[in-house]
């Protein structure tokens, strides 16, 4: 019967890989050369390792290394990037016991069969066990990755390629003007004042 649940042949050579993992350069592209040439890891049940990888999330479908896969190499990020990434590998198990990961070794092992429909004594529960066993230790579930937070200021441009709309507001004003006029019967006097007016209060 097939099973969603991830597994290798040879769990055992899982943590030397992940040790290499996090020594060597990030590759462009995680192929079976690099694990070969890079880590040093050949054969068969090493390359294994390249689908369980894209199964974690750690790898994409062409062998990119993702983020997840970068934040396992950080030291400061490592325990939480594994743990997430079994999250992502071991999905149907932690959806039907979100902690999953608790469980010792026979109770998880009830899950994989409860999952797989297998018999206990099946060597696929037992790699599976052991795969996961074999995983958990590079983990910590105490932690969280850090959210990347999005600024609320990213224009269009940024993610449509256009520019980012703006409006104009036009700001319209009324005012009121008293004038205290000189008791004089010269009209040159009230031709100045009126000039001043539009001189300098009435022109834009």
């Known amino acids: 019967?097939?099973?969603k649940l991830p597994y290798v042949a040879v769990p055992s050579t899982i943590m030397k890989i992940l040790n290499k993992v996090k020594e060597a350069k990030t590759p462009d592209r995680f192929t079976a050369d690099f694990l070969e040439t890079k880590l040093g890891f050949k054969g068969g049940n090493s390359r294994q390792f390249i689908p369980l990888s894209k199964k974690l999330g750690l790898l994409k479908s062409d062998g990119t290394p993702t983020d997840l896969y970068k934040k396992f190499r950080n030291d400061?990020?490592?325990g939480a990037a594994m743990a997430e990434a079994l999250k992502?590998?071991?999905r149907d198990a932690f959806e039907r016991n979100e902690y999953a990961n608790e469980l010792d070794k026979e109770n998880f092992k009830g899950?994989?069969?409860e999952i797989t429909g297998l018999e206990a004594k099946n060597k696929v529960v037992q790699l599976i066990c052991q795969t996961f066993e074999s995983l958990k230790k590079f983990a910590n579930f105490d932690v969280k990755l850090?959210?990347?937070i999005k600024e609320e200021t990213i224009s269009k441009k940024e993610e449509t390629g256009k520019p980012i709309e703006t409006k104009e507001f036009d700001l319209n004003l009324s005012y009121t003007i008293n004038l205290v006029l000189?008791?004089?019967d010269d009209p040159?006097?009230?031709n100045?004042?009126?000039r001043s007016l539009r001189d300098t209060l009435l022109r834009k």
């Open 1 to 3: 019967m097939a099973t």
């Open 76 to 78: 400061s990020t490592s």
């Open 88 to 90: 992502i590998g071991y």
């Open 111 to 113: 899950l994989v069969v």
């Open 146 to 148: 850090p959210e990347v």
């Open 182 to 184: 000189p008791k004089t």
């Open 188 to 190: 040159a006097v009230f």
């Open 192 to 194: 100045a004042i009126f």
